[in-house]
């Protein structure tokens, strides 16, 4: 059965609080490294994980527009955090605070992609399950995917632009 064929169990996992989830992965998004909590909670074993795409992992309540966001950060050389609903090999789901940073080589070019997840604050994740809702409807609200993606897009790009701050200081006031 493929991942995206496994139905959601509604179960949530959880890892420890001095636990950190870490995952490398080339351009492409390809896993390169992945430790054992990583592995443990997502369910997989080191060897599904590497050369898989770090979207193995991705859950279908997370908006793409956030996806999108965290891309671009990344191709303009930035850091970025996120709260992140991701789904486990067998269904369950997890949620992070992710900290995604691109890996430089000694010339700076950009050369992969480092992601550190924690457990994530309980009263942040209870603010942003409504506004994934409301960015997923946005998203399914149009026929055309891409269409779909760039209205959630705006409506992110519009709550931080009415906030008067960029996205990282948002989340961090969750």
Not at 97 to 103: D, I, K, L, M
Request: hydrophobic share 40%.
């Amino acid at each position: 059965m493929a991942r995206q064929d496994v139905p959601l169990t509604g179960v949530e996992r959880f890892f420890d609080a001095d636990e950190v989830i870490v995952s490398k992965t080339d351009l492409k998004g390809r896993i390169t490294y992945a430790n054992r909590v990583f592995q443990r909670v997502a369910g997989y074993g080191e060897a599904e994980l590497m050369g898989a795409p770090h979207s193995i992992v991705r859950h279908p309540a997370m908006p793409r527009c956030v996806f999108k966001l965290l891309w671009d950060t990344l191709e303009a050389k930035q850091e970025i955090f996120a709260y992140v609903i991701n789904r486990a090999r067998n269904g369950d789901h997890y949620w992070v605070f992710a900290h995604v940073t691109p890996s430089f080589d000694a010339g700076g070019r950009v050369i992969g992609y480092h992601s550190s997840r924690r457990v994530p604050d309980r009263s942040a994740v209870d603010k942003v399950v409504p506004l994934y809702r409301t960015l997923l409807d946005i998203e399914n609200s149009h026929a055309d995917r891409k269409q779909g993606m760039a209205a959630g897009f705006a409506t992110v790009v519009g709550l931080l632009t009415e906030k008067g701050i960029g996205y990282d200081e948002f989340v961090f006031s969750l």
